[in-house]
């Protein structure tokens, strides 16, 4: 499951969250995090995206 919660908001990130089978059986991934994206880098990447098209 991708979660889009961004550079500077780790502290929304939890590992509790869920029932015991949700816990086991879903994968979260949080990419903004990962690539170091917040929501300033978002909107110009997506600017830049479009100018491109």
């Known amino acids: ?3 889009g919660i961004a550079r500077k ?3 929304r990130v939890s590992n509790t ?3 015991c089978w949700q ?3 879903i994968t979260k991934v949080y990419p903004l995090i ?3 994206y917040d929501r300033s880098d ?3 990447y997506i600017r830049q995206v ?3 098209i």
Do not use: D, H, V, Y
Request: proline share 0%; charged share 25%; net charge negative.
């Open 42 to 44: 978002c909107q110009a």
């Open 17 to 19: 969250a869920g029932t």
């Open 23 to 25: 816990q086991r059986s």
């Open 1 to 3: 499951m991708l979660i």
């Open 50 to 52: 479009n100018k491109n």
């Open 34 to 36: 990962e690539i170091g």
């Open 9 to 11: 908001e780790e502290g």
